[in-house]
């Protein structure tokens, strides 16, 4: 695998922050499973839950958020990475809030259709 041409550039920063930035990474990917875990689960595990296209359509929602996380945890990785190297200010990214956004949405949806299957 080529190394990133980020990592030429700059100066390498403390480790500890390095290995932050590393753990960060990580807990997105783990978010990013359980996100397709919990659709894969609904799918499989309740499919009473709702109409089966709406169902279908939640948990595609889920998947593509899981999907779509992963993908940007190792793009925000590498920026949180480079601007330390090279002691620029940490880039914002509006990741959090379409992740905090899309979780509360998809609560607030099971958590209705938990009390209408009821």
């Known amino acids: 695998m080529r190394e990133p041409a980020w990592r030429k550039t700059g100066n390498t920063p403390d480790y500890r922050f390095s290995l932050a930035n590393e753990r960060t990474f990580l807990a997105w990917i ?4 359980a996100l397709i875990a919990g659709a894969l689960a609904i799918d499989q595990l309740a499919p009473s839950i709702a109409p089966g296209p709406v169902r279908i359509a939640l948990c595609v929602v889920l998947a593509v958020l899981g ?3 992963a993908a940007l945890a190792y793009h925000r990785w ?3 990475e480079a601007a330390m190297r090279n002691n620029r200010e940490l880039p914002f990214s509006g990741l959090m809030l379409v992740m905090t956004i899309g979780v509360a949405a998809a609560a607030f949806t099971f958590a209705v259709l938990i009390l209408v299957a009821r």
């Open 30 to 33: 783990r978010t990013s499973l």
């Open 78 to 80: 590498g920026q949180m």
């Open 67 to 69: 999907a779509g996380l």
